[in-house]
Antibody, heavy 120, light 110 residues
Framework: QVQLVESGGGAVQPGRSLRLSCAAS????????MHWVRQVSGKGLEWLAV????????YYVDSVRGRFTISRDNSKNMLYLQMNSLRAEDTAVYYC?????????????WGQGTMVTVSS | QAGLTQPPSVSMGLRQTATLTCTGN????????ATWLQQYQGHPPKLLSY???NRPSGISERFSASRSGNTASLTISELQPEDEADYYC???????????FGGGTKLTVL
């Protein structure tokens, strides 16, 4: 079955960097756009970024544009989120989620999330 | 970036019908409709509905979505205890070139 497994979260000091990964299995990865979505504990969902199936299109929410970089390696079925200049307000659970090409919808599959804590 | 507007909480009785709303604008909900997600505490979200009223396979017919102008609605009929969860709407915003979420509605089944 389809599995999305996020990793790379942890505790980091403000201003430092972290790279999150999302390993996909059980699907043809190159047929899916991929999203990063985060959720502060007890709060709502915040969309962060999307990368198209072939990597040709990338979009970000304003709050992370210029600090975060989404990328993918279709040969390894991997999605990444490079997070630089981290702030306390970036503390959240980070999820990866799929968007099948041509399906007309997003967020059909989700990983379990990885926790990022930014604190001094 | 402006998000979508959802009521923070809705409470309805067992076996009653709950309607959750999600208000956006012409660039998001009013353009291509809304996606609805269900989330239990401590778990990732689950897709319930997309593009106004399309359900992925395996989603109960008790969940139905609709749209009127810039407002999307999720109707849950015959409420069950397991329907108690947080519900989020989302839509692609063509003016922002970004996805936007609502703040979520906590549904309580009395």
């Amino acid at each position: 079955q389809v599995q999305l497994v996020e990793s790379g979260g942890g505790a980091v000091q403000p201003g430092r960097s972290l790279r999150l990964s999302c390993a996909a299995s059980g699907l043809t990865f190159s047929n899916y756009g991929m999203h990063w979505v985060r959720q502060v504990s007890g709060k709502g969902l915040e969309w962060l970024a999307v990368i198209w199936s072939d990597g040709s299109g990338i979009y970000y929410v304003d709050s992370v544009r210029g600090r975060f970089t989404i990328s993918r390696d279709n040969s390894k079925n991997m999605l990444y989120l490079q997070m630089n200049s981290l702030r306390a307000e970036d503390t959240a659970v980070y999820y990866c989620s799929t968007e099948r090409v041509g399906a007309g919808y997003a967020f059909d599959m989700w990983g379990q999330g990885t926790m990022v804590t930014v604190s001094s | 970036q402006a998000g979508l507007t959802q009521p923070p909480s809705v409470s309805m009785g067992l076996r009653q019908t709950a309607t959750l709303t999600c208000t956006g604008n012409i660039n998001n909900v009013g353009n291509k409709g809304a996606t609805w997600l269900q989330q239990y505490q401590g778990h990732p979200p689950k897709l319930l509905s997309y593009r106004d009223n399309n359900r992925p396979s395996g989603i109960s017919e008790r969940f139905s979505a609709s749209r009127s102008g810039n407002t999307a609605s999720l109707t849950i009929s015959e409420l069950q205890p397991e329907d108690e969860a947080d519900y989020y709407c989302s839509a692609w915003d063509s003016s922002l070139s970004a996805w936007v979420f609502g703040g979520g509605t906590k549904l309580t089944v009395l």
